[in-house]
């Protein structure tokens, strides 16, 4: 993940910040946390513009938000419960999962989708709600656009602050990150095996 990622922003440049930034939100297991610091680390080496990178990062986060928000603007609830009854054993979702979450999206949508920015795995799946229960795009793109900007300053800004010593950092961060994302697939299997004995047994 680490080498992908490093690949890529040294071979694109902000360009290349812009498109992890867009399939980190298409691809929640991508982390912007290792993404936007090692730009910030790039930036304050002199090979990346700080203006560039902040731009594009956040331009690719909120493109990626802006997808999940036309899924679930497009699909709409009555399909969605229907598809989640059908295959949600496999999302680890029951439609009762779907409507305490629209619920709780409408009473909580503008703080809902300005804090989701920041919280991983989170910044992708508020955007199915708020297009689900049709939020007004301008206002979606708002909050989306001013968490987003506000936690990439911060992902850049401690990249950019701890330079000389993200050699080290580099060197375990990819180990920690793969256990990250075993440590999710494991979840998934243990989540998706009690539910299939749930069903077998009621």
Same mark, same amino acid.
């Given at each position: 993940?680490?080498?992908?990622i490093?690949?890529? /922003?040294?071979? &694109?440049?902000?360009?290349?910040?812009?498109?992890?930034? *867009?399939?980190?939100?298409?691809?929640?297991?991508?982390?912007?946390?290792?993404v936007?610091?090692l730009?910030?680390?790039?930036? =304050?080496?002199?090979?990346?513009?700080?203006?560039?990178?902040? /731009?594009?990062?956040?331009?690719?986060?909120?493109?990626?938000?802006? $997808?999940? !928000?036309?899924?679930?603007?497009?699909?709409?609830? @009555? #399909?969605?419960? #229907?598809?989640?009854?059908?295959?949600?054993?496999?999302?680890?979702?029951?439609?009762? @999962?779907v409507?305490?979450? /629209?619920?709780?999206?409408?009473?909580? @949508?503008?703080?809902?989708? *300005?804090?989701?920015?920041?919280?991983?795995?989170?910044?992708?799946?508020?955007?199915?709600?708020?297009?689900?229960?049709? &939020?007004?795009?301008?206002? *979606?793109?708002?909050?989306?656009?001013?968490?987003?900007? /506000?936690?990439?300053?911060? $992902?850049?800004?401690?990249? !950019?602050?701890?330079e000389? %010593?993200?050699?080290? +950092?580099?060197?375990?961060?990819?180990?920690v990150?793969?256990?990250? $994302?075993?440590?999710?697939?494991? =979840? !998934?299997? !243990?989540? +998706?095996?009690? %539910?299939?004995?749930?069903? #077998?047994?009621?």
């Amino acid at each position: 993940m680490f080498d992908f990622i490093t690949n890529l /922003i040294n071979t &694109m440049g902000a360009l290349g910040v812009g498109i992890v930034m *867009f399939l980190e939100n298409v691809f929640p297991p991508i982390p912007s946390e290792l993404v936007m610091p090692l730009a910030g680390f790039s930036a =304050a080496q002199g090979e990346l513009s700080l203006v560039a990178i902040f /731009i594009m990062g956040t331009l690719g986060s909120v493109l990626g938000a802006w $997808l999940w !928000y036309e899924v679930g603007r497009r699909l709409g609830r @009555d #399909r969605l419960q #229907r598809f989640i009854g059908r295959y949600g054993i496999w999302l680890t979702l029951s439609q009762e @999962d779907v409507t305490r979450s /629209i619920e709780w999206f409408h009473r909580h @949508d503008k703080g809902a989708t *300005f804090f989701g920015r920041m919280i991983p795995g989170v910044r992708t799946l508020i955007s199915v709600p708020a297009g689900l229960t049709e &939020m007004e795009m301008w206002r *979606f793109l708002l909050y989306t656009t001013a968490g987003s900007a /506000i936690w990439n300053v911060a $992902l850049i800004a401690a990249g !950019y602050i701890l330079e000389s %010593q993200y050699e080290r +950092v580099q060197a375990w961060l990819n180990p920690v990150t793969n256990v990250i $994302l075993g440590a999710i697939a494991v =979840a !998934y299997v !243990y989540r +998706v095996v009690r %539910q299939l004995m749930r069903r #077998r047994h009621a």
